[in-house]
């Protein structure tokens, strides 16, 4: 499959039919919206059987990148284990989704065996505090106007907003906004809110000696400021913006855990990990033209996979100055798809970025114009980017080879027919 006559595709059999045809294939995936809905309230998350099953048939070749965690009550192996009429059976048969977590610093094999490689028990300790705090500053907040909740539907809030992550838990506000959407500028404090909270948060771990530690996440983004620090996308118009925002340890970057992934990957294939068998997220550069040579140095080109990255979060907004339009570019799978591509143009491995649309879900996000696009395949001195407005631009970096625009359930049918036909 020839990246540049590809891109926007929607041509999914040839896609289909190329990596079937890929002995060499590494499948590395996000989770929601991918392969499962976005959904205000995480607790009603839903994995298909038949996509589980599909992985496990994939063993070996596929693995997860997400910024979810595998474990704790908001985990996915307790999603997983739902799909199944005995839990048991999912640890035995090596069900659980493998890979990394907690945006690359929670390490999972397909036997659920969990590990936090380069995170310190005082780095733990403190993320463990994070949920009662979270729970404390919504109490608080919500409390008082212009919200001015009652006691029992803030205690509802609280269960569904704060994720007591074990690695990197979360404000999830998805059900606040579903409550304050006719309310804009309620919605748009909220945020501010939030964001203050959590600048408080690091405040507290740089008091207690780990003022190095941490960082923060937010989902959807606007990309990073002058000093590295993501910026928090406020809702605009039917635009939500940010909903999570995330504790995360420094490191727990997903363009990271690509180069994990890989040390692993080949380990499995040769016996050996070209960086070291205890290589980690923490131990990592972050910067995509470092993690670039560091792969050069140490991957066997003759051993490199065809990469496959999958994900959903992309986004891409107009800003106007005085010295014109410029695009502030983000979204959590962003970086790492970056990579996928990058890696695939120094390899030669003609590696794919494939680009779930998961805006028709629970969770309002920019959705891509299917018909534009078709028009586009059948036209192509067509302008692609009318169809792409909130995703990306002409002058995006980060080209999107292959679309699903149906969602998640359209990429399980997918993935499922690719478990089979391999």
Known sequence: ????????????????????????????QDLDGVCMELVRDPLTRRLDRRYIEATHRLAGHFYVLTNGEHIGSRGVNAIVEQAFDTPEHVREQGFYLPGLAAGGVQLQDR?????????TDEEL????????????????????????????????MIESCVLDNPASPTLNINRLHQHFQDRPHSWISLQQAASVFMGELLQHAAASGLGDSFFIHYAPNLGRDDNGDERVKYSEGDNAGTTDFQFMLKG??????????????????CGRYPL????????????????????????????????????????????NDHDGTHYQRGGSDRG?????????????????????????????????????????????????????????????????????????????DFFCRLADQR
């Not at 036997?111 to 995170?119: C, E």
């Not at 970057?253 to 294939?269: F, P, S, T």
Request: aromatic fraction near 8%.
């Open 125 to 156: 300790a403190f993320l463990h505090s994070v949920p009662q705090r979270a729970r404390q500053f919504l109490r608080d907040l919500l409390a008082v106007a212009p919200y001015s909740l009652s006691a029992d539907a803030i205690a509802a």
């Open 336 to 412: 790492f798809l970056t990579l996928v591509q990058q890696l695939g143009r120094r390899f030669d491995t003609d590696n794919v970025v494939v680009y779930i649309d998961s805006s028709g879900g629970e969770v309002r996000r920019p959705g891509v114009d299917r018909d534009h696009l078709q028009r586009h395949a059948e036209r192509p001195d067509l302008s692609v980017w009318n169809a792409l407005r909130g995703t990306t631009d002409a002058d995006d970096p980060l080209t999107l080879d292959v679309i699903f625009p149906e969602g998640h359930r359209q990429y399980v």
């Open 111 to 119: 036997h659920g065996r969990v590990s936090h490689p380069g995170v």
């Open 276 to 319: 070291g068998e205890h290589f980690n997220a923490r131990q990592s550069p972050r910067e995509l033209d470092a993690l670039l040579q560091l792969a050069q140095d140490h991957f066997d080109p003759a051993l490199m996979p065809r990469i496959v990255g999958v994900g959903d979060t992309v986004t891409s907004y107009p800003q």
């Open 252 to 269: 727990a970057i997903k363009e990271v855990g690509v180069l994990v992934i890989l040390n692993h990957y080949y380990h499995q294939r």
């Open 1 to 28: 499959m020839d990246l540049k006559s590809h891109a926007y595709s929607l041509d999914h059999a040839t896609l289909l039919q190329s990596l079937c045809n890929t002995e060499n294939l590494l499948l590395i």
